[in-house]
């Protein structure tokens, strides 16, 4: 099994900056690629960010695309989101999510998720 155990989460005023992280543990670790999802109130999980664990190559939806960054750091087995200019639409519960498989591309695509953090975001 995997365990993510997501940190950062908080209020953050809108244009503000906030740093997600996520620390994988388990002796199953082994993951193709690691993602960030979020959910708001009412809405389904949508993708935001995805990280292929081997170079590093990313993806961004088009809504956080130049204002959010993912990054892993291997050696501590922990995948970050960097979310800088923060709009009130980026409120949500944030979720860590580990792929084995194959690149992230939506749930579907998860083999292993966080708890969530929850990102609050005043105007």
């Known amino acids: 099994q995997v365990q993510l155990v997501e940190s950062g989460g908080g209020l953050v005023q809108a244009g503000g900056s906030l740093r997600l992280s996520c620390a994988a543990s388990?002796?199953?670790?082994?993951?193709?690629?690691m993602a960030w999802f979020r959910q708001a109130p009412g809405k389904e999980r949508e993708l935001v960010a995805t990280?292929?664990?081997?170079?590093?190559?990313?993806y961004y939806t088009g809504s956080v695309k130049g204002r959010f960054t993912i990054s892993r750091d291997k050696a501590k087995n922990t995948v970050y989101l960097q979310m800088d200019s923060v709009k009130t639409e980026d409120a949500a519960v944030y979720y860590c999510a580990c792929g084995n498989s194959g690149f992230i591309t939506g749930p579907a695509s998860v083999n292993f998720w966080g708890q969530g953090t929850r990102v609050t975001v005043s105007s």
């Open positions: 990280v292929r664990w081997s170079d590093g190559t990313t």
């Open positions: 388990g002796r199953t670790f082994s993951p193709y690629a």
